[in-house]
């Protein structure tokens, strides 16, 4: 079966400009999760959605960031004002519940000039 | 703050030898620790999870084992091959269970 979807795969956005990342999870995962991935570092917990709502959205780094997953499936994580340190690898998960395995994305490489 | 380090950072070994990657946490209270593997450009995969209550796991030429007591794991990787070639991650579940928190990895490199 069909893996975790992530759109673009890469993006490059001029400092200031308003971008959107797309994540299609596995098919009946309830559990979906945003994670952040700066060169050399490991993968930093942004926000986790249980169905359509956000469960835990403590890891956010300001008011710039928001995510949503209206149906429940598809999720779309969106930066306004975008700045040069918001270069990374945003990476999304989903799993079948919560504390289970989680199934990894490739990844969208953001870069912000 | 639960935080997570890996050691070493790179590891270059040539093919065949038995290996052994360290993951340590400072606070003992997690759900769950998972090794994950990471090819260059690529998400990450899961190899092993471990429940709290659990002391390894094993798949294949892998095992993982954990003391939560002294917030250590380690994965063992036997006859490694230039396959297995890649980073390899250690994350724990703790908090509300619904964040991992990852360590900054070991990159592997498996020589012929």
């Known amino acids: 079966g069909a893996g975790v979807s992530q759109t673009p795969s890469n993006k490059v956005t001029e400092k200031g400009k308003y971008v959107e990342l797309r994540c299609d999870p596995i098919s009946g995962h309830t559990a979906l999760y945003w994670y952040r991935q700066s060169l050399g570092q490991g993968p930093e917990f942004l926000i986790y959605?249980?169905?359509?709502?956000?469960?835990?959205d403590s890891g956010l780094p300001n008011d710039r960031f928001f995510a949503v997953r209206p149906e429940g499936s598809v999720s779309t994580l969106k930066i306004q004002r975008t700045e040069r340190g918001d270069s990374a690898v945003y990476l999304c998960?989903?799993?079948?519940?919560?504390?289970?395995?989680?199934?990894f994305g490739n990844g969208t490489r953001l870069t912000v000039t | 703050k639960q935080e997570v380090t890996q050691i070493p950072a790179a590891l270059s070994v040539p093919e065949g030898e038995n290996l052994v990657l360290n993951c340590s946490f400072t606070?003992?209270?997690?759900?769950?620790l998972q090794w994950f593997r990471q090819d260059p450009g690529k998400g990450l995969t899961s190899l092993l999870l471990?429940?709290?209550?659990?002391r390894e796991q094993t798949s294949g030429r892998l095992n993982a084992s954990l003391d939560k007591s002294s917030g250590r794991s380690t994965l063992y990787i036997a006859a490694s091959q230039p396959g297995d070639s890649a980073t390899y991650l250690c994350?724990?579940?703790?908090?509300?269970?619904?964040?991992?928190?990852f360590g900054t990895g070991t990159r592997l490199q498996v020589t012929l």
């Open positions: 471990i429940q709290s209550s659990q």
């Open positions: 998960a989903s799993s079948i519940g919560q504390g289970l395995p989680l199934h």
């Open positions: 606070d003992s209270a997690i759900y769950n």
């Open positions: 959605f249980q169905g359509t709502g956000a469960a835990d």
């Open positions: 994350a724990v579940l703790t908090g509300t269970a619904s964040k991992l928190t």
